[in-house]
């Protein structure tokens, strides 16, 4: 579990601090190779290296790297937010890889903060 957190932060630190627009710097390619080899990378995050990630776009790699990792589909059951219902969100939650706030929300298109990874 440790490891799939520091590959997590890794990466989400990968997407919003690389300055060198569609390549990862070079201090960051050990990590983006390993990434890409576990098909992390969806269309929305390859070749985005400049780019701040958003709340939603964290859940979804928190989600497939606990999922790839474990072997494990994660079940939303109960989870919820009152502003979005996508499902990658709502395992994230479920998972306990992400919180909302307090009257309720998830903010999704919000780009996440690094005090928010932290947590």
Request: hydrophobic content about 40%.
């Given at each position: 579990?440790?490891?799939?957190?520091?590959?997590?932060?890794?990466?989400?630190?990968?997407?919003?601090v690389s300055?060198q627009g569609?390549?990862?710097?070079?201090?960051?390619?050990?990590?983006?190779?390993?990434?890409?080899?576990?098909?992390?990378?969806?269309?929305?995050?390859?070749?985005?290296?400049?780019?701040?990630?958003?709340?939603?776009?964290?859940?979804?790699?928190?989600?497939?790297?606990?999922?790839?990792?474990?072997?494990?589909?994660?079940?939303?059951?109960?989870?919820s937010f009152?502003?979005?219902?996508?499902?990658?969100?709502?395992?994230?939650?479920?998972?306990?890889?992400?919180?909302?706030?307090?009257?309720?929300?998830?903010?999704?298109?919000?780009?996440?903060?690094?005090?928010?990874?932290?947590?």
């Amino acid at each position: 579990m440790k490891k799939i957190i520091a590959l997590l932060l890794i990466f989400s630190t990968v997407l919003t601090v690389s300055a060198q627009g569609s390549l990862p710097s070079e201090w960051a390619r050990e990590s983006v190779t390993e990434i890409r080899s576990r098909k992390l990378l969806d269309s929305r995050l390859e070749g985005a290296f400049q780019s701040q990630i958003t709340r939603s776009d964290f859940a979804y790699l928190g989600v497939r790297l606990y999922e790839l990792t474990t072997q494990e589909e994660i079940v939303v059951g109960e989870a919820s937010f009152t502003d979005t219902t996508n499902d990658y969100v709502l395992k994230a939650k479920a998972a306990g890889i992400v919180n909302g706030y307090p009257d309720g929300t998830f903010k999704p298109n919000q780009s996440i903060r690094r005090d928010e990874l932290a947590v």
